[in-house]
Structure formats: structure tokens, C-alpha cells
């Protein structure tokens, strides 16, 4: 039997739950849409959702405190023999990882609603009041590969490679409307992630022109 890619995942939860992305991932290496080992899965947080769901499928999990530095992010790696890293709600700056294998999923479009604070709720805040003024008529779930915190200037930086837009009603709220973002970001993640852990959707890491997905590919 091959040997699966060898994945590693960053999720930040809340002490209080959290980490539904998470769940599906692992869920998704059972049902074989997946085709991954996911080797640990690191936390901001010492207990809370993502502690509760590692516990329970089994999954190595790691308490990561700051400081987020390069050395540190890159010692979990080798610890863990990652070879590549996705973050699924990681909500801190990643540093000196290779950008070529390691990607992030975003509940809404970037460039525009992405950046320092641009997470979660405050995401979908921010679509509903551009939806308002008549400026935006849907939101999206956006996958993208990340960049160095540091050498690229902040968050939701390195290219888009998934885009599925979600239309927005005229009687959402930021609380329905993540419902519904919520629900295609788990539908959709396992099955892209596998296709860039397999590289059949791959980035040279330096040009954005270089991006790379499959012939019947549709989403970027």
C-alpha cells in the first residue's frame, strides 16, 4: 500500500469548542476522500476544542505558545516528519515553512476580506456591511497557499488556488451567512486539500503565474 502524504494541521479553536475543521479532515482520511496521515495537529490553546477532538480520533496534539517563530514552526516539522502543513482556523502568523506545501482555507474573498483581524466573524461582518452598500452580491470560500508572515507583510497572502463563491440574501445575517460558508468550507476542504497534497494543484512558490491545476479544474 503507498505511503500517505504525511499532513500536519494548524488550528486554533477556542478553549471553549472549535475545530470543526479539523474534525472533517480526520474524518475525511477514513472515508478516503482524504488520502492523507495526518500526524498532529497544533493549538494555540493547551485544552478546548481542538484538544477534545485529537484526543478522540487519536491524533498527536501540540500546545503551540508563542513566540511563533521560524525555529519553532520548523522544529514541529521535523518532530513530526510533516510534509506538508494546512491551516484549518490557525489564527497565528506562520513563519518559515515552505510556501510550496503549506496552504490556508479563508471563509471569505480574498484579497479584500482578508488580512490582520479579517477571521471568523469579523469576516463575515465585514461582507454584510459591503453587501449593503451595494458593493459585493456574494461571499466565498477561498483556499490559498501561505506566504512567510514576515517576508510578505501579514495574513492571506500566497496565491489562490479555490474559489467557491456563496450567494449572500437579502435577509442574512453574518451569523446565517456563516452558516452556510461553514458548511461548503467542510464539503469542499478534504477534497481539494487531497489534490494539493498529491500535486495535482501545485506553486513553484515564488511566482504567482506558475499555479498549477488540473485540466477540468473550475474553481480559481
Same mark, same amino acid.
Given at each position: 500500500?503507498?505511503?500517505?502524504?504525511?499532513?500536519?494541521?494548524?488550528?486554533?479553536?477556542?478553549?471553549?469548542?472549535?475545530?470543526?475543521?479539523?474534525?472533517?479532515?480526520?474524518? +475525511?482520511?477514513?472515508?478516503?476522500?482524504?488520502?492523507?496521515?495526518?500526524?498532529?495537529?497544533?493549538?494555540?490553546?493547551?485544552?478546548?476544542?481542538?484538544?477534545? =477532538?485529537? %484526543?478522540?480520533?487519536?491524533?498527536?496534539?501540540?500546545?503551540?505558545?508563542?513566540?511563533? /517563530?521560524?525555529?519553532?514552526?520548523?522544529?514541529?516539522?521535523?518532530?513530526?516528519?510533516?510534509?506538508?502543513?494546512?491551516?484549518?482556523?490557525?489564527?497565528?502568523?506562520?513563519?518559515?515553512?515552505?510556501?510550496?506545501?503549506?496552504? +490556508? =482555507?479563508?471563509?471569505?474573498?480574498?484579497?479584500?476580506?482578508?488580512?490582520?483581524?479579517?477571521?471568523?466573524?469579523?469576516?463575515?461582518?465585514?461582507?454584510?456591511?459591503?453587501?449593503?452598500?451595494?458593493?459585493?452580491?456574494? /461571499?466565498?470560500? !477561498?483556499?490559498?497557499?501561505? !506566504?512567510?508572515?514576515?517576508? %510578505?507583510?501579514?495574513? %492571506?497572502?500566497?496565491?489562490?488556488?479555490?474559489?467557491?463563491?456563496?450567494?449572500? $440574501? %437579502? +435577509?442574512?445575517?453574518?451569523?446565517?451567512?456563516?452558516?452556510?460558508?461553514?458548511?461548503?468550507?467542510?464539503?469542499?476542504?478534504?477534497?481539494?486539500? +487531497?489534490?494539493? =497534497?498529491? $500535486?495535482? =494543484?501545485?506553486?513553484?512558490?515564488?511566482?504567482?503565474? /506558475?499555479?498549477?491545476?488540473? $485540466?477540468?479544474?473550475?474553481?480559481?
Amino acid at each position: 500500500m503507498p505511503t500517505r502524504p504525511r499532513l500536519m494541521v494548524l488550528a486554533s479553536g477556542t478553549q471553549e469548542g472549535g475545530g470543526s475543521g479539523f474534525r472533517e479532515l480526520v474524518r +475525511n482520511t477514513k472515508t478516503g476522500v482524504l488520502q492523507a496521515s495526518i500526524v498532529a495537529v497544533v493549538s494555540n490553546h493547551a485544552s478546548g476544542g481542538v484538544r477534545v =477532538i485529537a %484526543d478522540t480520533h487519536g491524533i498527536p496534539f501540540v500546545h503551540f505558545p508563542s513566540p511563533w /517563530s521560524a525555529e519553532a514552526y520548523q522544529q514541529l516539522m521535523a518532530t513530526y516528519e510533516a510534509e506538508w502543513v494546512t491551516s484549518s482556523g490557525w489564527l497565528k502568523p506562520v513563519r518559515g515553512l515552505d510556501a510550496r506545501r503549506t496552504f +490556508n =482555507i479563508h471563509p471569505g474573498l480574498l484579497p479584500r476580506f482578508g488580512g490582520t483581524g479579517m477571521y471568523g466573524h469579523h469576516v463575515h461582518r465585514a461582507v454584510m456591511e459591503a453587501f449593503k452598500r451595494g458593493e459585493v452580491t456574494s /461571499s466565498a470560500v !477561498t483556499m490559498h497557499f501561505v !506566504t512567510d508572515f514576515d517576508a %510578505d507583510g501579514g495574513y %492571506d497572502r500566497g496565491p489562490v488556488f479555490f474559489r467557491y463563491p456563496v450567494l449572500i $440574501e %437579502d +435577509n442574512d445575517t453574518p451569523e446565517t451567512l456563516a452558516t452556510r460558508i461553514n458548511a461548503i468550507e467542510h464539503g469542499w476542504q478534504s477534497f481539494i486539500t +487531497n489534490l494539493v =497534497i498529491h $500535486e495535482q =494543484i501545485r506553486w513553484d512558490g515564488k511566482d504567482p503565474a /506558475s499555479l498549477v491545476v488540473p $485540466e477540468w479544474y473550475t474553481f480559481v
